[in-house]
């Protein structure tokens, strides 16, 4: 999600996941993405980043609802804040991609949700992504960009435009199928030398996604 929604979160539905043939690499490092958690996945992760880009230790979640829409819930410590956001997805059909949603909705800061537009054109290796978010009175673009060398390998740039957002460079390694890391160096758009560290921890639990293919596979089975 965006840099300046991130307080220190107790849950974060992110919007990263990617709902692709890596479908255990996830998104980028500062911005929202168009692709969507897998329905019934829920992500936890352990965010750790310079106290210039928002809260230092964040604890998130995510979680897919459906094959088309996902929410998202931050609880943040220091500054103490509830932040919601959800994204909905309009066009799946990968390569080309189309959701809509809000971010950064934060109703104990009084901070008004941040509604956002954007495209992605995802291949197997290659993954580009370009928006705009609406934040206050302005708008900001989003554009990204993501190479997957393959399934535990990606590495991934993105920007969000407005001074106090950056530009970001990073990689994603997936230790495992449900288990990844995500560390990355922020570039200020304010002052480009003035540059931050990020990493961010996730493991992915199959809530219902997993017994729901099982099924669907047991019903396929017992009617052959």
């Known amino acids: 999600m965006g840099k300046k929604a991130r307080g220190l979160v107790l849950f974060v539905f ?24 897998p329905e019934g996945d829920l992500s936890l992760s352990l965010q750790v980043e310079d106290k210039l880009i928002g809260n230092p230790y964040q604890l998130q979640s ?7 829409a996902e929410v998202a819930a931050f609880k943040g ?7 919601f956001a959800t994204e909905i997805g309009l066009l ?12 950064n909705w934060s109703p104990h800061s009084h901070v008004d949700p941040q509604p956002y537009l954007e495209a992605g054109y995802y291949t197997t ?7 705009a978010i609406h934040v206050g009175y ?13 399934k535990t390998w990606r590495v991934q740039v993105d920007f969000q435009s407005g001074k106090e957002n950056s530009s970001t460079l990073g990689f994603t390694c997936n230790v495992t199928r449900d288990f990844q890391f995500n560390p990355a160096i922020y570039f200020s758009n304010d002052d480009p030398g003035r540059v931050f560290g990020y990493i961010v921890f996730t493991y992915t639990f199959h809530l219902w996604s997993e017994k729901k293919k099982e099924e669907e596979g047991a019903v396929a089975g017992s009617a052959k």
């Open 14 to 37: 992110t919007f990263s996941a990617v709902h692709s043939s890596f479908a255990t690499t996830k998104g980028l490092s500062q911005i929202v993405t168009p692709d969507l958690q």
């Open 77 to 83: 410590f220091k500054p103490n804040e509830l932040i």
């Open 125 to 131: 290796h290659q993954k580009f992504i370009v928006g």
């Open 92 to 103: 799946r059909k990968e390569p080309y991609l189309l959701s809509v949603g809000f971010a």
């Open 62 to 68: 995510e979680l897919g609802l459906t094959s088309w």
């Open 138 to 150: 302005r708008n900001e673009a989003i554009l990204g960009y993501a190479y997957d060398f393959n």
